[in-house]
């Protein structure tokens, strides 16, 4: 295959990409810099999804068999002014209409556009169990995810298969959340975050690899998609299995009020309850090599 990416130097497109490669595919890299010539194999084209022309020319996707846009300001990255809830926004939202207008504009469209998103379009969910089928929530990310969604709807239009993406939290000791909680944890400052019953859904960063790839590859599956396992834990229970792991403590609590002290309003996120499960995955016959947080966390930190 042919498959175009945006956002292949985060966690998930690097990831991505390096197993793409390594299976003898073909790998487009958008980027927002200058073309380089990289040591291992794929070819890089320009883009500029803020551009408010032609971000990125249809004869960079035409005849490609699949895109796969992953680019997005970091939600944790900073604290959430309005500024930077503006480039959240827009980030997602601009990246994603400018792919699905240059495929709208392709003699040979690509057959499927795999499209980020991310669980956060639920909202909270408290205990409930939520699958595709669920609604969105009220929030700042849930609006967010919404657009973002919509926002691909020129490429349905050329007749591409949209699948959108709702990530969940990417178990990783390379970055992302888990990446970031995982430094204080080795230091034993990785107690629970608020009450710790807040449910978290998660994936393994090889599970995320393998379920993008069978996205791709699997011509059934379009719209929404779960990526978590069918198995979200508890914060509490999490921060149990991440002690255990490293062999510290986890005695410490770090209280929701501190929380919103240090990251504002993105706080709320951390304390949101989302209890997400991956229907569509499940349907089309998907296995998960890491279906369990102790799975997942031995992946990343083995």
């Known amino acids: 295959m042919h498959v175009v990416i945006s956002g292949s130097s985060g966690l998930i497109g690097g990831a991505l990409a390096a197993s793409l490669l390594a299976d003898g595919h073909r790998v487009t890299r958008l980027v927002r810099r200058e073309p380089q010539t990289r040591a291992d194999g794929s070819v890089e084209a320009r883009w500029d999804p803020r551009a408010s022309a032609v971000a990125v020319g249809p004869a960079v996707l035409d005849g490609a ?3 796969v846009g992953l680019a997005g300001a970091g939600v944790g990255d900073r604290r959430w002014t309005a500024a930077y809830k503006k480039e959240i926004r827009e980030s997602r939202v601009r990246g994603t209409a400018a792919l699905a207008e240059a495929i709208r504009g392709c003699e040979k469209p690509p057959r499927v556009f795999v499209s980020g998103s991310a669980v956060g379009y639920y909202g909270e969910t408290g205990q409930t169990v939520v699958d595709e089928s669920g609604g969105p929530g009220q929030d700042f990310l849930a609006g967010v ?8 709807d020129a490429a349905r239009a050329a007749g591409t298969r949209v699948v959108t993406t709702r990530f969940g939290i990417v178990v990783s000791g390379a970055g992302g959340a888990m990446g970031r909680l995982l430094p204080p944890a080795r230091a034993g400052l990785g107690g629970r975050l608020g009450n710790g019953r807040q449910y978290w859904s998660y994936i393994s960063l090889p599970d995320t690899v393998r379920a993008l790839r069978h996205l791709l590859d699997t011509e059934s599956v379009s719209g929404p998609v779960n990526m978590t396992t069918p198995h979200p834990a508890t914060n509490r229970d999490i921060t149990a299995a991440i002690g255990k792991a490293l062999h510290r403590p986890t005695v410490l ?3 929701g009020f501190a929380l919103r002290l240090v990251l504002g309003e993105f706080a709320d996120g951390i304390l949101m309850s989302q209890r997400v499960v ?3 995955l499940l349907d089309s016959g998907f296995t998960f090599e890491h279906p369990t947080f102790e799975a997942a966390l031995g992946s990343a930190v083995h």
Not at 145 to 152: G, L, N, V, Y
């Open 65 to 67: 068999d699949a895109v």
């Open 278 to 280: 991956p229907g569509r």
């Open 253 to 255: 609590p770090v209280p």
């Open 145 to 152: 995810c919404q657009e973002w969604e919509a926002a691909a």
